[in-house]
């Protein structure tokens, strides 16, 4: 059964950090890369972080040099390390495969305080 599990958020204050957790399961997680979402109130959901297979990364331009995203194929997880953190980037934080699949997890909640 394939299932993204999500975790690690939290509420944090403004600058402060969290790593979130994207665990995956029901398919061969080295062969595919995975982008990390975030649904924020009255906005759609966007991406903002991905990495491929082989490693390589990109970030969206608001994150970029504050968030990191890596993997570890031995645990059929994805990592977001978020440094730096703002007001903005609360949100609930969603992982999916790429290419994309419709069994979305439940999220994980990042609230950052001023």
């Known amino acids: 059964q394939v299932q993204f599990v999500e975790s690690g958020g939290g509420l944090v204050h403004s600058g402060g950090s969290l790593r979130l957790s994207c665990t995956t399961s029901?398919?061969?997680?080295?062969?595919?890369?995975y982008i990390w979402y975030r649904q924020s109130p009255g906005r759609e959901r966007e991406w903002v972080a991905l990495?491929?297979?082989?490693?390589?990364?990109h970030y969206h331009v608001s994150v970029e040099g504050r968030f990191t995203i890596s993997r570890d194929n031995t645990k059929n997880t994805a990592y977001l390390q978020m440094d730096g953190l703002k007001l903005e980037d609360t949100g609930l934080y969603y992982c999916?495969?790429?290419?994309?699949?419709?069994?979305w997890g439940q999220g994980t909640q990042v609230t950052v305080s001023s």
């Open positions: 029901g398919f061969i997680f080295g062969d595919f890369g």
């Open positions: 999916n495969r790429i290419p994309e699949l419709p069994n």
């Open positions: 990495i491929r297979p082989g490693g390589t990364t």
